[in-house]
T-cell receptor, first 115, second 115 residues
């Protein structure tokens, strides 16, 4: 089945630094990937749609200069949280469209803590 | 606009009983729905999906019912087990047929299974 690998699973960084999160489709090619953010006891909020070979599409209210998305290959999308602040602390999850059907596979998530 | 919501934030059931988790949607054109299970600290895991040309779909211990008249779907879990304890989300793609759509998630229902 379709597998999406997300790394790292946990990261702690200092305020002002940048953090990169990777999302890989292991056994299929994904032209489109999605990045979500989830606060405790809340639902998943879509941040942006990552498109291979072109610019990401950001949802309203999401700062594109703050959350840099790169989708340089058919199996890898990265989310970089730039100049992180404590309010950026959250659970970030990526997903990719499954090939051949209408399903979506999710990564295991990244817990970001900014101190 | 589109929205996907859940009726109850928390459902507590006795081990062995059946669980029913409900979800309402607002877009009558929606034609594809997915149920996800999310355990603490993990990404959403696909449970079952249903297209609008069906009223019912069964999986292993799970059944999804779709009532297009009242725009409501439910997830039924038979003989609920402790391992079923998680947050359950209904979700739908934003575009018809789910071809390119972003997933919209409901707010989630926390299922607690009492031993």
């Amino acid at each position: 089945g379709a597998v999406v690998s997300q790394h790292p699973s946990r990261v702690i960084c200092k305020s002002g630094t940048s953090v990169k999160i990777e999302c890989r489709s292991l056994d299929f090619q994904a032209t489109t990937m999605f990045w979500y953010r989830q606060f405790p006891k809340k639902s998943l909020m879509l941040m942006a749609t990552s498109n291979e070979g072109s610019k990401a599409t950001y949802e309203q209210g999401v700062e594109k200069d703050k959350f840099l998305i790169n989708h340089a290959s058919l199996t890898l999308s990265t989310l970089t949280v730039t100049s992180a602040h404590p309010e950026d602390s959250s659970f970030y999850i990526c997903s990719a469209r499954n090939p051949g059907n209408y399903g979506y596979t999710f990564g295991s998530g990244t817990r970001l803590t900014v101190v | 606009g589109e929205s996907v919501g859940l009726h109850l934030p928390t459902l507590s059931v006795q081990e062995g009983d059946n669980s029913i988790i409900n979800c309402a949607y607002s877009n009558s054109a929606s034609d594809y729905f997915i149920w996800y299970k999310q355990e603490s600290g993990k990404g959403p895991q696909f449970i079952i999906d249903i297209r609008s040309n069906m009223d019912k779909r069964q999986g292993q211990r799970v059944t999804v019912l779709l009532n297009k008249t009242v725009k409501h779907l439910s997830l039924q879990i038979a003989a609920t087990q402790p391992g079923d304890s998680a947050v359950y989300f209904c979700a739908e793609p934003t575009s018809p047929s789910g071809n390119t759509g972003k997933l919209i998630f409901g707010q989630g229902t926390t299922l607690q299974v009492k031993p």
